[in-house]
């Protein structure tokens, strides 16, 4: 059974940045795809940003292109989304997830991935 633990959430002011990370044991690690979303109150989870394999090919929400940098490192088993620029409206929960290589659909749809971490909370203030 896989397991991802994030951490780095808090509490930041806009304009400043933050790094998450997610660890992930249980798997073989450097054959998912891994993946960010986040889910504020009273909104869906919404995809965030992708990398894929060894590669390390990434697809970012428009939301988020060019603040967001997401890196994974197969060697620690872990992967980290730095966040520049941060805004008030990237405050949420952020959640880790992975995918199993044989896995279909959407990678930016919540319900194509297999594993989830508990979720770090980010809170940007004004």
């Known amino acids: 059974q896989v397991q991802l633990v994030e951490s780095g959430g808090g509490l930041v002011q806009a304009g400043d940045s933050l790094r998450l990370s997610c660890a992930a044991s249980?798997?073989?690690?450097?054959?998912?795809?891994m993946a960010w979303f986040r889910q504020a109150p009273g909104k869906e989870r919404e995809f965030v940003a992708v990398i894929f394999l060894s590669g390390g090919r990434t697809y970012y929400a428009d939301s988020v292109k060019g603040r967001f940098t997401f890196s994974r490192n197969n060697f620690q088993n872990t992967v980290y989304l730095q966040m520049n620029s941060l805004k008030p409206e990237d405050t949420a929960v952020y959640y880790c997830?992975?995918?199993?290589?044989?896995?279909?659909?959407?990678?930016?749809?919540?319900?194509?991935?297999?594993?989830w971490g508990q979720g770090t909370q980010v809170t940007v203030s004004s």
């Open positions: 249980g798997g073989t690690f450097s054959s998912y795809v």
């Open positions: 997830a992975a995918r199993e290589p044989v896995r279909s659909g959407w990678y930016n749809a919540p319900g194509a991935y297999d594993y």
